[in-house]
Structure formats: structure tokens, C-alpha cells
């Protein structure tokens, strides 16, 4: 009689039965199968292509003790990147660590739209930065450019500064423990100017229902949620951008689901033109772009 007709494998497995019995154990997610992948090449520093070539390798122990710490970790609803440390964004692996918000795969969408408009930016803002995930990605693919990256959470500032250097970006990135107003609040930086401004400022309204437990209970709340019904970070960042921005200068934001209309009608009433909107691969409108005029 097999291990798994007896109850559950705690002995040598292979990769491929660790991941059916972790598959097992998630099906309190919405999809165990995903759930059980992620946190399997997490653990053990693999991607699905090893997993075709090693599937009947014996799981050393110590990674097999690691998955088990780990699956007990997010069975309580911990997000994978704050157990693992880590987070895919873009081109980069990000270090995440709770405290920030998890980099997620839409907020990538930004980074290319504010590549689309400005290839040629030398000068960036970044407000309310988390990770550094947006900035930084930026900072990648425009070498002559530099960063000011803001947040009035410290913990986010010194993971943004952490991941800086781990790209070797540091050079070229500043980093700013301050709200967005407060940054504003400085002359010299109204006076200096920016090509480009990006955020992902906190859009939920709190009291949304549609929120997942485990992002609320785990999650920062300032990088979630804002007052009047979600808008009140985006109406004061967008003030913030056109003050900061150069002369024919762009603003990329990410909006929440069903904020479009209400988001362009705040952009356009700062004085901004050439509004555009792109939608994420679920087809919700995700992100708008508007110039400063000339
Ligand atoms: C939605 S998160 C975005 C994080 C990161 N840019 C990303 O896309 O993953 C919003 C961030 O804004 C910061 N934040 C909220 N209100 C702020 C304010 N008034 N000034 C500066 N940062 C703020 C939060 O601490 C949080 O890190």
C-alpha cells in the first residue's frame, strides 16, 4: 500500500509527489494547483522546467523541511513574497518584505506605458514607491535617467533603497521618507522638475468588500486604502505631479477597478491633455497617462 493511501507522506518523496500532496493541502485556495507550484519553486529555487527534469529526484530534507515550514505559513493566509522574501516584477526578482505591498503583475503596466510615452526621460519621481518595484524598473531600461522614489513609510524606503542596490541602481536613486505633499512642499523640487511622474498611489475605499482577507489582514494599509471612495491619494498626488512635472512632462497612475471616469475627469480638471487609458488582461481600465502642456 502506497505512503499516500495511509494518510500523510512524511518521508522521502520526489518532487513530483511533494507537489500533488501540497496541491492536497491547498485546496482551501481558489487554486490549489498554482498555490502548490509557486510556493514549491520558491522553496526550492526552481522553475517549471527543472520540474520536467528532476520530477522523480528524492527531496533533499532540508528543502523538504523548508516547504513544510512554508506551506504552514500560507495555510495561515500569509502571502507567499512575505514568506519568501521575494517577488517577480517586471525583469527583476524584487526583495519584499512585510510593510510593502506585494508588487503585483497589472502595476506592470505602468512601467510600460511611462516607457511607451517618455523612452527618453532623465528625470523620474516615483510616488509612493513600496518596493521600488515601478522606479526601479524604470531605471533599468532608461540608463541616462534618475530616480526620486517617495514614501512615507519607512519600511518601504529602506526595501526600495535594498533593492537598488541589489540591481545597482543605488548611483542613480535617491530615496525620500516623506509623504507625496511633503515632497511637494519643497521648492527646489518644484524648481527641478521631472520628465516623468509614476504612482500607484493606496485607490480602495475602505469598507470594500471585494478586498481578500489575506490582503487585508496581511497587507499595509496605507498602501491600500484612501478616503473618499478610494480617491482621495489620487486627486492629491495628481496636484502633486502637475506642480512637479517640466513643461510637456507625463503622469502614469494605476487606478482601481471602475475609476477611470472619475480618475480622467480629476486629471483633466489639473490641467492635464492627451489623457490615455490602458486596460490589464482581464480587460479593466488600469492605467492612465496625461501630459503636462508645454
Ligand atoms: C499601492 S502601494 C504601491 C507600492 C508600489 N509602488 C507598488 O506598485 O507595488 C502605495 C504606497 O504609497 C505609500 N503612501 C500612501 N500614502 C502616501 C503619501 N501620502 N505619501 C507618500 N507615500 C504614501 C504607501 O506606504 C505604499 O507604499
Known sequence: MSDTATGPMTGP???RQLLVTLALDFKIFEDPKSEARHLLFDAMDMDLSELLLRGDDQVPPEDFARVQRWKAERLKGIPLAYISGKKGFYKTEFIVRPGVLVPRPETELVVEMALARMNEAKSVADFGCGSGCIGLSLLQELPAAKLVSVDLSAVACEV??????NMDLAARTEVMNASVEEFAGDQSRVDEGFHLVVANPPYIAPGDTNVQKSVHDYEPHAALYAADEGLAALRSWTGVAMKVLKPRGVFVTEIGAGQ?????????????QDIQVSRDLNNIERVISAMKPG
Not at 526600495?160 to 542596490?165: D, E, Q, Y
Not at 477611470?260 to 483633466?268: D, K, L, T, Y
Open 13 to 15: 518523496m520526489t518532487l
Open 160 to 165: 526600495t533603497l535594498a533593492n537598488a542596490r
Open 260 to 272: 477611470s471616469a472619475a480618475v480622467q475627469e480629476i486629471i483633466r480638471e489639473a490641467g492635464f
